[in-house]
């Protein structure tokens, strides 16, 4: 019987022709991925060893990944030594992917692995980090556990405990009208399914507008599969997959082109149809309460957000910039800006979005995590309501349980942006 | 048999359990205090009554959804509480799984809190309402964690194995 493409790389990672879905498995790991929460992996893998009476030693030190994004810079002493004892283990490891908080080569983890290289199609790669499913965008079946998980992984090389699981076949097809963005796709499909819609399940994109997305829009598209619950959401690579890796990760060996089988078994098809999409608003407090932005337009707000893993990249900046372009942002309108790495920032400063943004009233900030889950900067006041482009609105999100945080594209983000209000950006006047 | 403390509805993210403020701290020791922080009387009731008694939380579906955060299963853990819920989100099932936090996926339960329920391996008794529930399973490979005391002294038979120690 055919494989999804989960299956197949499955089926590599543990040197078998095939498997079924429901079947448990030790993959090994090609890329493992960690943020500060390394600090809690870091204890979990010394008591692994303490156990042993042998020296505590990754498996390998050139698979596992560590970027500082979540707290950057240190918001406080024990973020700032936990970060100190983390880059302590990545010298006496030799951990070679360490991307401390530098202006040259730092920036949220979803956004350095891809743009460094770090992922390949077929991979199998994990991170301590729930949107990590963001990765399949490159055709990598790509996802989320937790920090003891991670510990196991670092101890092993293998991830124990996973399930193959079964997959919704996500066919979008059609142009994107004006203005309607990939994150309208996935908030739509989010809408469509619920949030536990796709609950140990992965979610496989296919279709005509997929094809004919960039990279960027694809990385956000898997980014949020994880908010209708998947395992892993995944693009299978192709022209565009190796266009990005050449020419933007500096890729240079060898790239496997993996894809499903034409026979796949899939336990659900959904199709969207692009062009009759409109902007989409996804209401507090859960991803799945989704909306066209008809229903809410005009709801004042307090503080736009644009950045993140999720929306953070250079076209998203490229598309508030020229929405903000000479125009300025709503007074009583906080309008923050933090890009998803500083290898975008500097793009961005060298063509001139920095620029309009900050011109139009925006604060643009380092690329960093802090703002979305409300861990640093950007917090909400009591009642106030944020419009942003990241990846979640639980209750409490944004660092106030007593605020509301709605989530959108970049374009209608910039639109909202200049009139105060939740704006439909296709109305004119942008 | 124990009670039911606290009742949740649906997509109960970890945002909720643990929120994304106290993520700088991670040690299992330290993480209760800050459980259902935004939920006062319940991060209340968890901190003030401490007890060696198993208490019990019903929730409904999607329970633990969203971030990856170990602290959410480890802060609930410390509470000794047992978590009912009709489903549960992947990651933290499985991180409930690794640390040794008792989940049990329950699809109908029905229970009110001060109900007090009897978990018997395939089953959930509301003895308070005299109803019966089913229980469904974790897959074997699962339980296996489970019976070896969690991720960690899973790893280390692996590793042993692996390294020839006895």
């Known amino acids: 019987m055919g494989q999804t493409i989960v299956q197949k790389i499955l089926a590599r990672a543990t040197s078998r022709p095939s498997v079924e879905v429901g079947e448990v498995l030790e993959p090994a790991v090609d890329t493992a991925m960690s943020h500060e929460n390394a600090a809690l992996v870091m204890n979990q893998f010394q008591e692994i060893f303490a156990g042993l009476g042998r020296p505590a030693?990754?498996?390998?030190?050139?698979?596992?990944?560590?970027?500082?994004?979540?707290?950057?810079?240190a918001e406080s002493k024990k973020t700032a030594t936990n970060q100190k004892k983390i880059r302590a283990f990545v010298a006496e490891q030799g951990i070679t992917k360490f991307h401390d908080i530098r202006g040259d080569e730092g920036g949220i983890c979803h956004q350095i692995l891809p743009e460094n290289g770090y992922v390949l199609?077929?991979?199998?790669?994990?991170?301590?980090?729930?949107?990590?499913?963001?990765?399949?965008?490159?055709?990598?079946?790509?996802?989320?556990?937790?920090?003891?998980?991670?510990?196991?992984?670092?101890?092993?090389?293998?991830?124990?405990?996973?399930?193959?699981?079964?997959?919704?076949?996500?066919?979008?097809?059609?142009?994107?009208?004006?203005?309607?963005?990939?994150?309208?796709i996935i908030l739509n499909l989010i809408g469509k399914i619920s949030a536990e819609g796709a609950n140990f399940k992965v979610l496989e994109f296919h279709g005509s507008t997929i094809r004919n997305m960039s990279t960027s829009g694809r990385l956000t598209l898997c980014n949020m599969a994880v908010e209708a619950g998947a395992t892993s959401g995944i693009v299978p690579p192709d022209e565009e997959t190796v266009r990005f890796l050449?020419?933007?990760?500096?890729?240079?060996?060898?790239?496997?082109?993996?894809?499903p089988d034409e026979d796949a078994k899939y336990c659900q098809v959904v199709e969207i149809d692009a062009s009759k999409l409109v902007p989409q608003?996804?209401?507090?407090?859960?991803?799945?309460?989704?909306?066209?932005?008809?229903?809410?337009?005009?709801?004042?707000?307090?503080?736009?957000?644009?950045?993140?893993?999720?929306?953070?990249?250079?076209?998203?900046?490229?598309?508030?910039?020229?929405?903000?372009?000479?125009?300025?942002v709503a007074r009583g309108v906080r309008m923050l800006v933090f890009p998803a790495s500083y290898r975008i920032y500097q793009k961005a400063l060298e063509l001139g979005y920095v620029n309009d943004l900050v011109k139009a009233g925006a604060v643009v900030m380092n690329p960093g995590c802090g703002p979305c889950l409300g861990v640093h900067q950007g917090a909400l006041g009591d009642k106030e309501v944020a419009l942003a482009t990241t990846n979640r609105n639980f209750k409490g999100r944004m660092g106030n349980p007593d605020s509301e945080v709605y989530l959108c594209s970049p374009a209608v983000a910039a639109a909202s942006a200049i009139t105060g209000m939740i704006t439909n950006p296709q109305k004119g006047g942008f | 048999m124990a009670k039911v403390i606290y009742k949740f509805g649906d997509d109960i993210s970890t945002d909720i359990i643990y929120p994304g403020r106290y993520m700088a701290t991670v040690l299992p020791t330290e993480t209760p205090q800050f459980a259902f922080d935004d939920i006062k009387e319940l991060n209340k009731l968890l901190n003030s009554e401490k007890t060696e008694e198993t208490r019990i939380i019903v929730a409904g579906k999607n329970f633990g959804c969203g971030s990856s955060r170990e602290q959410a299963a480890s802060c609930l853990k410390g509470h000794n509480l047992t978590i009912v819920a009709r489903d549960f989100a992947r990651i933290f099932l499985q991180n409930s799984i690794n640390l040794g936090l008792?989940?049990?996926?329950?699809?109908?339960?029905?229970?009110?809190?001060?109900?007090?329920?009897?978990?018997?391996?395939?089953?959930?008794?509301?003895?308070?309402?005299?109803?019966?529930?089913?229980?469904v399973p974790l897959p074997k490979a699962r339980q296996a964690i489970v019976d070896a005391g969690g991720l960690i002294p899973y790893t280390q038979k692996i590793l042993k194995q692996r390294m020839g120690i006895e």
């Not at chain 1, 030693?57 to 810079?73: E, G, L, T, Y």
């Not at chain 1, 990760?249 to 894809?259: D, Y």
């Open chain 1, 57 to 73: 030693k990754v498996w390998n030190p050139n698979r596992i990944a560590i970027i500082f994004d979540h707290r950057v810079p």
């Open chain 1, 121 to 184: 199609p077929g991979y199998v790669v994990v991170g301590t980090d729930s949107h990590t499913t963001t990765h399949g965008a490159l055709g990598a079946f790509a996802f989320g556990i937790g920090a003891t998980e991670m510990a196991s992984v670092w101890a092993l090389g293998n991830v124990l405990n996973v399930e193959v699981p079964d997959t919704i076949k996500v066919v979008v097809e059609g142009e994107l009208p004006k203005y309607v963005q990939p994150k309208d």
């Open chain 1, 246 to 259: 050449r020419e933007e990760a500096g890729v240079t060996g060898e790239i496997e082109l993996i894809a």
């Open chain 1, 281 to 328: 608003i996804a209401c507090p407090h859960t991803v799945d309460n989704v909306k066209p932005v008809s229903e809410v337009e005009g709801l004042k707000v307090d503080q736009i957000v644009i950045g993140s893993c999720t929306n953070g990249r250079l076209d998203d900046l490229e598309t508030a910039a020229s929405i903000l372009r000479g125009k300025k």
């Open chain 2, 102 to 135: 008792r989940t049990v996926i329950c699809p109908e339960i029905e229970a009110e809190v001060g109900d007090e329920l009897e978990i018997a391996g395939d089953k959930v008794e509301n003895k308070t309402q005299g109803k019966e529930f089913a229980v």
